[in-house]
């Protein structure tokens, strides 16, 4: 029975067959047809847009309309022929995304045809190196650091090059969206490589700004970074976001993520285009 529910759309003048969404769906709904990516199954479309960041023309968004319901019975048919770490990012694909029931589903599953979960070795493996089944904790250098006042005491100080950065730390999958120097901040999120084309990088971009850096071509959770995103725009309420991505193609998934995080999101918030040259210097700058 087909109802109203979340689901991919392709814009297909936009797609140009890179392939980059079809391994970020682990699902298995994407396919490359004839050049273009498809959608091939209603019911193997979770509809929750991991594919979207993948993208790098935008070609890619999530709308409401009229499918059939997602199946995981079919969707863990697919992962268990291609192995345990592609059902294991499936899994944390759905935890990641509090999807208890389709967690649920998929390990009744395992189960029942005596699949293994491959989480289990993972913990295992934890609990054998002293950690208790957790993941390591307290590393300095994800450890949340306010650094506005020494970025305004350098001011004066005279030097060549002053760093602006005014956080630690940037990365996207390290940062906390309630530390306070997000709060109503200006936000630049900036392609890991736009700081190293671009020479005058923290004074044209990250002085008096929040920063955050990512990768949309090889970083993975690209799910993680569109929540964080989100609740970067909803609930740090930051007054504007400004991406800075490389004139490449695969950095276009940046902007999308952003997109999607601000169309998601409860309030709106004005969203830019720096695109920046492989050989430095600005090649185009818009509101989009």
């Not at 297909?12 to 391994?23: L, M, Q």
């Not at 306070?180 to 700081?195: I, M, N, Q, S």
Request: proline fraction near 4%; include cysteine.
């Amino acid at each position: 029975m087909k109802t109203k529910r979340q689901i991919i759309r392709i814009d297909e003048g936009k797609c140009d067959g890179c392939g980059n969404c079809v391994t970020g769906c682990h699902e298995g709904a994407l396919r490359v047809i004839d050049g273009k990516a498809r959608l091939v199954s209603d019911l193997l479309c979770d509809g929750l847009g991991a594919c979207i960041g993948e993208c790098p023309r935008g070609a890619i968004a999530v709308e409401e309309r009229t499918a059939g319901p997602y199946d995981e019975e079919k969707v863990m048919e697919g992962m268990a022929r291609h192995g345990a770490n592609t059902i294991k990012a499936h899994l944390k694909h759905l935890a990641d995304h509090g999807q208890k029931k389709f967690l649920g589903q998929a390990l009744d599953y395992m189960k029942r045809h005596g699949i293994r979960d491959p989480r289990e070795e993972e913990m295992t493996q934890h609990k054998e190196r002293g950690h208790g089944g957790h993941e390591p904790c307290g590393c300095p250098g994800g450890r949340t650091m306010d650094l506005r006042g020494a970025a305004a005491a350098e001011e004066g100080e005279g030097r060549a090059a002053v760093s602006r950065l005014r956080q630690w730390p940037v990365q996207l999958h390290l940062v906390s969206p309630s530390a306070p120097y997000f709060e109503k901040a200006d936000l630049v999120v900036a392609a890991d490589c736009a700081a190293y084309a671009y020479g005058n990088f923290h004074e044209d971009f990250i002085k008096g700004k929040a920063l955050v850096i990512a990768c949309p071509k090889l970083d993975d959770g690209l799910e993680v970074y569109q929540e964080k995103l989100q609740a970067l725009i909803e609930d740090a309420k930051v007054n504007t976001v400004t991406v800075v991505q490389m004139e490449v193609p695969c950095c276009g998934g940046l902007l999308a993520l952003v997109k999607r995080a601000a169309e998601l999101a409860g309030r709106k918030v004005p969203v830019k285009r720096v695109v920046i040259g492989i050989q430095g210097g600005v090649k185009s700058e818009d509101w989009v």
